[in-house]
């Protein structure tokens, strides 16, 4: 595994801002361990995140279980097969960003569906309105990507997908389940999942409340002069200007 590092932005002169980009080119047979090690898969490259995973024999020890939706049923396609379909998809996620203020874009015009991936399909009445994909990695599935349609909240979909699925992967013995990196408002919701721990950069941690405090930082920060305050709030080099308490 060869990383590599990008250093975009810097400040110096009146902040201590270091703006590194940490990356990876992973062999084949590095995949799990980039995974282990807090990397995440950006298909061309390998990216170095706060991730987070849950561990699966713990959340099937603790979860909740949660009843099969009346009217729901669930299929897993192949990639290659959803790749034949995308027209089918594309249409949930839009729904699935414009519901949570999201920008960021999957890119489904150049990015191949293959059988490396599971799709999980979720019908409501016999029309798609979730879906979500996998990629496995020896013990360790990496959930890359969820979407919903939200036009049934109390279908709560996302809640039980993940029970489907997490119950699914530790039925065939997989250890590890992926939830993507651990930024924003948006991301709060995983500390609530048993099993959680997520990547300091250093180690994985089951400390929620740290991982909440850095939510709580990435909220904060609108200019340079917060991300100061934060970053020196944080690991102890000063108090901080404005009124930021971790």
């Known amino acids: ?9 810097g400040r110096l002169d009146k902040y201590d801002i270091q ?17 282990a090690q807090g990397f995440i898969d950006l298909d061309d490259k ?27 049923t669930v ?7 959803a790749q034949k379909h995308v027209d089918l998809l594309e249409p949930i996620y839009d729904s699935y960003l414009e519901h949570n203020d999201f920008v960021s874009r999957f890119p489904f015009n150049s990015y191949t569906l293959t059988d490396s991936e599971v799709v ?11 879906w979500s994909i996998w990629s496995k990695y020896g013990k360790s599935i990496d959930n890359w990507q969820f979407a919903w349609d939200y036009e049934k909240p109390n279908l709560h979909l996302g809640k039980f997908s993940l029970y489907n699925e997490i119950h699914h992967a530790h039925a065939k013995n997989y250890k590890w389940y992926y939830l993507g990196g651990g930024y924003d408002n948006s991301c709060k919701w995983k500390v609530s999942l048993p099993g959680f721990e997520w990547w300091t950069g250093k180690e994985w941690s089951k400390d929620t409340g740290e ?17 100061d305050n934060v970053y020196r709030s944080i690991y102890g080099l000063h108090k901080p200007n404005r009124d930021y308490n971790g």
């Open 1 to 9: 595994m060869k990383i590599w590092y990008e250093h975009p932005f």
């Open 19 to 35: 703006l590194v980009k940490v990356y990876a080119e992973v062999e084949p047979e590095e995949e799990e361990l980039a995974l």
């Open 46 to 72: 390998w990216q170095q995140m706060r991730s987070t995973r849950i561990n699966i024999s713990e959340y099937v020890k603790s979860a909740s279980k949660y009843k099969q939706r009346k009217g729901v």
């Open 75 to 81: 299929e897993k396609w192949k990639g290659s097969f």
């Open 120 to 130: 999980w399909c979720y019908y409501y009445e016999e029309k798609i309105c979730a």
């Open 211 to 227: 991982f909440l405090m850095h939510i709580k930082a990435d909220n904060f920060v609108e200019d340079l002069e917060d991300l």
